[in-house]
C-alpha cells in the first residue's frame, strides 16, 4: 500500500487500517518523514499523546524542516505541559520556515497560521467522530493563536450548537458578523442559527443582508426560500 493509499484511507475515517499499514511500513523499514507525520496525527487523535510524540520525533529525523511535524510536536508538547520542549520545537519550526517564505508575510504571522490549521485538522477529525468537547476545544486553540481564522471561529459555533450550546453558538456567530460584517459565510451561519431556533424572521434578514453584498449567491438564495417557505406553511 503506497502512502497516497494511506492517505485516502484516512479521508474515509478508517484511521485503525491507516495506522496498521503506516505501522508496517515502519516495520519494514521504508518509513518516510510523511508516514511518520501521519502516524503521530493518528496517534493524537486518539489521545495516545506518547506514541504521538514518539512518531513526530521520529519523522523529524528522517527530516528535520518537515515542518508539520515540528508544529505537531510543539503542539502535542504544549497540551501536556512540556512547554521548555514545546518552545523549542517552536522555534525550529519557525527557523524552518524563515528559509522557505523569504518573500511572505512574517514568519510568526505563516507559523500562527499553520499551527492553527493543525489544530483545524484534529478538529474535524474529533467532530467527523462525534467527539464534540474535543473538536470544540481545537477550534478555540486555533481562533486563539490565528484571531483571524473566521473558520475556526465557525466551526467551533457549529460544534457548540451541535452540542445544544445555542447560546454559545449564537454569541460566537454574532461577535463574527459584528466583527466582520462583509463575510458571507459568517452571516449565513448566523442566519442558519436563527432558522434552527424557530427565529425565522432574523434569519431572514441576515440572508437579505449577505444577499446585498453578494446578489449571485445561490446558496444564499436557496437558504431565504427555505425561510420564507418555512414562515409561509405556519400563516
Known amino acids: 500500500m503506497t502512502l497516497e493509499d494511506i492517505k485516502k484511507i484516512m479521508e474515509q475515517n478508517r484511521h485503525e487500517e491507516a495506522k496498521n499499514a503506516l505501522l508496517a511500513m ?3 523499514g521504508s518509513a518516510t518523514a510523511e508516514s511518520q ?32 511535524s515540528a508544529i505537531s510536536l510543539s503542539i502535542v508538547y504544549n497540551d501536556i505541559g512540556h512547554y521548555q520542549e514545546g518552545k523549542a520545537i517552536f522555534q525550529q519550526a519557525q527557523k524552518s520556515l524563515e528559509k522557505k517564505e ?14 492553527a490549521e493543525k489544530h483545524l485538522e484534529l478538529g474535524n477529525l474529533y ?17 486563539h493563536v490565528d484571531s483571524q481564522n473566521i473558520e475556526a471561529r465557525i466551526l467551533l459555533a457549529k460544534v457548540q450548537g451541535q452540542r445544544g450550546q445555542l ?3 449564537h454569541k460566537e456567530l454574532l461577535a463574527l458578523v459584528e466583527e466582520y460584517p462583509s463575510n458571507i459565510s459568517a452571516r449565513t451561519h448566523l442566519a442558519l442559527l436563527y432558522y ?21 449567491n445561490e446558496q444564499v438564495k436557496m437558504y431565504l426560500s427555505m425561510t420564507q417557505n418555512a414562515t409561509e406553511s405556519t400563516l
Open 167 to 169: 447560546k454559545l453558538a
Open 127 to 143: 467532530r467527523k467522530s462525534h467527539r464534540f468537547n474535543e473538536a470544540a476545544n481545537e477550534f478555540l486553540k486555533a481562533s
Open 26 to 28: 515502519d516495520a519494514e
Open 196 to 216: 434552527a431556533m424557530g427565529n425565522t424572521v432574523d434569519a431572514q434578514m441576515e440572508l437579505h443582508e449577505a444577499l446585498m453584498q453578494e446578489p449571485d
Open 37 to 68: 507525520y501521519l502516524l503521530g496525527t493518528i496517534f493524537h487523535r486518539n489521545n495516545q499523546l506518547p506514541e504521538a510524540v514518539e512518531a513526530f520525533k521520529r519523522s523529524l529525523l528522517l527530516n528535520p524542516n518537515f515542518t508539520d
Open 102 to 115: 523569504n518573500n511572505k508575510p512574517a514568519p510568526n504571522t505563516l507559523l500562527a497560521k499553520e499551527i
